[in-house]
């Protein structure tokens, strides 16, 4: 080999040892995300990025302490000077510079928070080292009614500015949106459940207590055992905490309903109950058997000479848990029973069946309903299923 040829191979094999180098400690160190992609990906991640973090504070709607943790990302979105959100009445949050201006902003906004319509204005700010000169507001709307403005500051007139913040608006509000149906679907469970607690008859609390009152002087310790299994009862029934409960919970409460029932009836209401121990922590929506199991204990005593019986089974299915509820009582007309389902059984007829269909579908999706059989004089059998698992379902 001659020596210009080694010099070439020296020099080469330099090259790749250097790329080499080079190579290594680009993929030693993490990568970050203007290693990844085009400018355009890099700039449409980062904005992607952006909103993702202002919209878990606009999702508790649009409050004082939500408009702070989310005022620094939108105005990081717009790219401006300075903005600001607002409700009605008064500025919520001023983020970047001129926060004398928002003495002043509520004066500009009183025909947009009337006719919900952009606007755009001069600052009039008579400090010539200010750089806020212009602002454009769009209402922040949800369900047509106007909740507030968002006010992006700049130091021209600018279009892009005025359609970038429109969009911006829009998106907050979709996030408001959303905050509405959140709470929209915490007062429709709760009412439901207060609809729930008001089935609980008058007539089932005093006749408890009647029963109750009759073991005084015959049998002192059975009185004590039923007052204590009251007092359980309507404490579980009425507390205030919590969506869900777990299988174990309601069914105890179940247990604690039907001791006061039989210590009404005695001998005319013979129950049955088969539970597995592995479904006794599955999660489920709260007070959804109780309002079954007092259906069931209404038709199957209603109009029974001798004796009634209820079944109720809670058993391993897998990935669920059935629970089956069944009574040999008067039974249903099938038709009126999907009246009730669809909602047209009045006020106060079969509230349970509908209110506990509707909410384990709400839950779980339309697959879960109730699955019911009857017929006039054959009794009811009421089967319902329930996932182990489902995120956002946990017993309290």
Not at 64 to 80: H, I, P, Y
Not at 101 to 125: E, I, P, Q, Y
Not at 233 to 257: K, M, N, P
Request: one cysteine or more.
């Amino acid at each position: 080999m001659t020596g210009a040829a080694v010099a070439v191979v020296v020099v080469l094999a330099a090259l790749l040892l250097g790329a080499g180098y080079l190579l290594g400690r680009r993929t030693a160190r993490p990568l970050r995300p203007s290693d990844v992609g085009t400018p355009v990906e890099h700039a449409t991640f980062e904005t992607l990025h952006t909103a993702s973090l202002a919209a878990p504070p606009l999702r508790a709607g649009l409050t004082e302490e939500s408009a702070r943790r989310a005022a620094r990302r939108l105005r990081s979105l717009l790219g401006t000077d300075a903005l600001c959100l607002t409700d009605r009445d008064r500025v919520l949050v001023w983020d970047g510079a001129g926060h004398h201006h928002g003495k002043d902003v509520m004066d500009h906004l009183k025909a947009l928070l009337d006719n919900g319509r952009d606007t755009a204005f001069d600052s009039g700010c008579a400090d010539l080292d200010c750089p806020l000169r212009w602002a454009v507001a769009v209402p922040l709307t949800v369900e047509n009614r106007v909740l507030g403005a968002l006010v992006a500051y700049a130091p021209r007139e600018s279009a892009v500015l005025a359609r970038a913040a429109g969009e911006v608006a829009r998106w907050v509000c979709v996030q408001l949106e959303l905050a509405e149906l959140d709470r929209s679907r915490t007062q429709l469970i709760e009412a439901e459940i207060k609809a729930l607690r008001a089935q609980i008859s008058p007539h089932f609390i005093f006749n408890s207590l009647a029963a109750i009152a009759s073991f005084v002087r015959t049998d002192p310790e059975q009185a004590r055992e039923l007052l204590l299994e009251f007092a359980d009862f309507t404490r579980y029934s009425f507390r205030r905490h919590g969506e869900f409960t777990t299988l174990a919970d309601e069914l105890h409460s179940i247990d604690q309903y039907l001791a006061l029932v039989r210590a009404r009836f005695g001998e005319r209401l013979a129950v049955t109950l088969q539970v597995a121990p592995e479904v006794l922590p599955v999660a489920l929506p709260f007070l959804c058997l109780q309002p079954l199991v007092e259906n069931a204990v209404k038709h199957g005593l209603e109009g029974a000479v001798n004796r009634s019986r209820i079944t109720i089974s809670a058993l391993d299915a897998g990935s669920e848990a059935e629970v089956v509820i069944e009574d040999d009582g008067t039974g249903m007309d099938p038709e009126r029973l999907r009246q009730i389902l669809r909602g047209e059984g009045g006020t106060s007829t079969g509230i349970g069946l509908l209110n506990v269909d509707e909410r384990l579908r709400q839950v779980y999706g339309d697959d879960y309903g109730l699955v019911i059989e009857t017929g006039v004089g054959a009794g009811m059998k009421i089967t319902l299923r329930l996932p182990k698992y489902r995120a956002g379902v946990h017993g309290s």
